[in-house]
């Protein structure tokens, strides 16, 4: 399974925008980067994924590198319920088989009022 | 839309005791997912299910740890015996056919003393 490196933690203070980094530089062409996130005492939620584009939804914007070995989750303004542990995840692309997640330590993001 | 639910929230128990977890995913999510999440760590996943087949197992300890899911539906995690290392949360995620983004429920604490 292809690996991500993440920063252990990171600080933010509130209603400013934050940048969380991802490096994957082994990741492969069917390979989907995925981001979830975990608030304390509950299972991981779902942000955003992208493959080759930048993508935006409600919650936040995914920059992929041009050549796909980094990518960066922008959270445009923090709110302090955004403190949470935030996961850098490559996917394979077979949906057909359930790609599994296969999560690594994340990034604690805590943001400060 | 009903999220993925999992009981017992809290469990404890004595090393070498017994028990089971249960998951009740989304009406209508083929594949579904137990992952095992120590304290400080990413999930880790045990055991994937696609209907009522097992995908991977591969990082499922089968001496102590058992899974099933009967028709297709929810599912059960049983530990026998417990150890000490087996305090965790264990997580059940389901998955839409076609889709990338996995369903979390809340998690079951463990606690072997």
């Known amino acids: 399974d292809a690996k991500t490196t993440q920063p252990n933690s990171m600080e933010s203070n509130e209603e400013e925008p934050v940048h969380l980094p991802c490096n994957h530089s082994?990741?492969?062409?069917?390979?989907?980067i995925h981001w979830y996130r975990q608030l304390p005492s509950q299972g991981p939620e779902y942000v955003i994924h992208g493959l080759t584009s930048n993508v935006n939804n409600r919650m936040a914007s995914l920059a992929i590198a041009e050549d796909r070995k980094s990518s960066t989750l922008i959270l445009h303004r923090a709110t302090l319920r955004d403190a949470a542990v935030y996961y850098c995840?490559?996917?394979?692309?077979?949906?057909?088989?359930?790609?599994?997640?296969?999560f690594g330590q994340g990034t604690e993001l805590s943001v400060k009022p | 839309e009903a999220g993925v639910a999992q009981s017992p929230r809290y469990k404890i128990i004595e090393k070498r005791q017994s028990v089971a977890f249960w998951c009740n995913p989304i009406?209508?999510?083929?594949?579904l997912y137990w992952y095992q999440q120590i304290l400080g760590q990413g999930p880790k996943l045990l055991i994937q299910?696609?209907?009522?087949?097992?995908?991977?197992d591969s990082q499922l300890p089968k001496d102590r740890f058992s899974a099933e899911r009967l028709k297709g539906v929810d599912s059960t995690l049983k530990i026998q015996p417990a150890k000490l290392e087996d305090s965790a949360v264990y997580l059940c995620a389901s998955l839409p056919a076609y889709t990338g983004e996995l369903f979390f429920g809340e998690g079951s604490r463990l606690t072997v003393l």
């Open positions: 299910f696609q209907n009522n087949g097992v995908v991977d």
């Open positions: 995840i490559l996917r394979d692309g077979n949906y057909n088989q359930g790609g599994k997640l296969i």
């Open positions: 009406s209508g999510h083929a594949t």
């Open positions: 082994t990741i492969s062409g069917t390979d989907y």
